[in-house]
């Protein structure tokens, strides 16, 4: 069975939602609609780059993936479809694919399927719902657009990496508050060699050891691990990390190591 995912800033509250699934649909009724998340933040590319980048590996390969991020109606935006390590994703070519890709997709299209544009008030089911669809039932990417090279370039903000130092910042705020930094489990290893390390934070706060799980450390005690994006976490064991160490979206956290 076809497998569409979902991943948007439409929410839970209003309509959209349920228009985007009913569209989908009623183009291929047997379709498995599957829902990654629709509570990214209004207009956060980032946000919804680093938790597709997360999840869509965990799909079967030929998943078609839409992604309703910053994609109202705009004369001067491309949308796309594409294919990307068996995968193919829909959506605005707004810099998101090259925040989530670390390699060239295998093939891109600009999607050439809207029929009017005075009646185009809703992309997700005019153009992204309808693109979906034709890709899930086996239509070639060419059979909805024309092809191009190039993806809108947004670079991610990188650590900066001094001689025993990496000066880092929280790039994510999960669901159970726990704290993810842009630091990934190579580049720490890779500076790391041997040494010890002490991570720093607000409030004077610091960590001196990695922990492999959660519950290492009595409820209520802080913790920094490698999370499943093998991305550096700061933690509270059965606690609300973001609040309680005051750590937020863009917080500056250092690591620095010593022998």
């Given amino acids: 069975m076809a497998v569409i995912t979902l991943t948007t800033d439409l929410g839970d509250k209003d309509f959209y939602q349920a228009a985007l699934k009913g569209s989908i649909l009623c183009l291929l009724p047997n379709v498995n609609i599957v829902d990654i998340t629709h509570g990214i933040a209004a207009f956060n590319i980032p946000q919804a780059a680093f938790v597709l980048k997360n999840a869509f590996h965990y799909f079967p390969k030929g998943t078609v993936h839409l992604i309703g991020i910053d994609c109202v109606y705009n004369e001067n935006m491309r949308y796309l479809a594409l294919q990307y390590h068996g995968h193919y994703f829909v959506g605005s070519d707004n810099g998101i694919f090259a925040l989530m890709f670390e390699e060239a997709p295998t093939e891109i299209v600009e999607i050439n399927i809207i029929q009017d544009l005075k009646h185009l008030h809703f992309p997700l089911t005019d153009i ?64 790391q060699g041997n040494r010890k390390f002490k991570l720093s934070f607000k409030r004077s706060e610091s960590i001196t050891k990695l922990s492999w799980h959660y519950n290492e450390v009595p409820e209520g ?19 609300n990390a973001s609040r309680l160490l005051g750590l937020y979206l863009n917080d500056i956290v250092i690591v620095e190591f010593y022998s």
């Fill in 221 to 239: 005690e802080k913790l920094c691990l490698f999370g499943i994006s093998n991305n550096l976490e700061i933690a509270i064991n059965k606690g």
């Fill in 128 to 191: 992204f719902a309808k693109a979906c669809c034709s890709i899930a039932a086996g239509y070639p990417l060419k059979s909805i657009g024309i092809p191009v090279e190039h993806l809108q370039e947004k670079v991610n903000l990188h650590p900066v990496i001094e001689k025993n130092i990496i000066r880092a910042s929280v790039i994510y705020i999960d669901s159970f508050q726990n704290v993810i930094t842009n630091i990934s489990k190579d580049l720490f290893s890779k500076v």
